[in-house]
């Protein structure tokens, strides 16, 4: 049995460093009278490392949540987009005749908006 470098990542799953300490059967394996490699790990009591990261499959899950959460961003800037230009059709309003296809992108614009 080896002791190991303990990682602990923030989502609070650890994985393994270098090994800090072979065993015996370690030792036989690197001088080579021995075929097997050690596979027995242990954390070194003293020796875990606490990283500001999440592990590897923590971290592709974040990365899929950041993707989804771009795509509602994306959404609704299209929409702050669309409200700012309807505002602008209302100011021109004033100004000209009633603007029909600002009037109908409105109706739609209602229709699509979710409710608060
Ligand atoms: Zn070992
Ligand atoms: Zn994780």
């Given at each position: 049995?080896?002791?190991?470098?303990?990682?602990?990542?923030?989502?609070?799953?650890f994985?393994?460093?270098?090994?800090?300490?072979?065993?015996?059967t370690?030792?036989?394996?690197?001088?080579?009278?021995?075929?097997?490699?050690?596979?027995?790990?242990?954390?070194?009591?003293?020796?875990?490392?606490?990283?500001?990261?999440?592990?590897k499959?923590?971290?592709?899950?974040?990365?899929?949540?950041?993707?989804?959460?771009?795509?509602?961003?994306?959404?609704?800037?299209?929409?702050?987009?669309?409200?700012?230009?309807?505002?602008?059709?209302?100011?021109?309003?004033?100004?000209?005749?009633?603007?029909?296809?600002?009037?109908?992108?409105?109706?739609?614009?209602?229709?699509?908006?979710?409710?608060?």
């Open positions: 049995m080896c002791y190991h470098k303990r990682i602990v990542f923030l989502c609070s799953h994985g393994w460093a270098h090994e800090i300490r072979p065993c015996d370690q030792k036989a394996f690197l001088d080579g009278s021995q075929s097997k490699e050690c596979e027995i790990m242990c954390a070194h009591p003293l020796q875990s490392i606490r990283v500001q990261a999440n592990c499959a923590c971290a592709a899950k974040q990365m899929k949540t950041d993707t989804t959460m771009c795509t509602v961003k994306d959404r609704l800037r299209a929409l702050t987009e669309t409200v700012a230009r309807l505002q602008k059709a209302e100011e021109k309003e004033a100004e000209e005749e009633l603007d029909l296809d600002a009037e109908a992108e409105a109706e739609a614009f209602l229709r699509i908006a979710p409710p608060v």
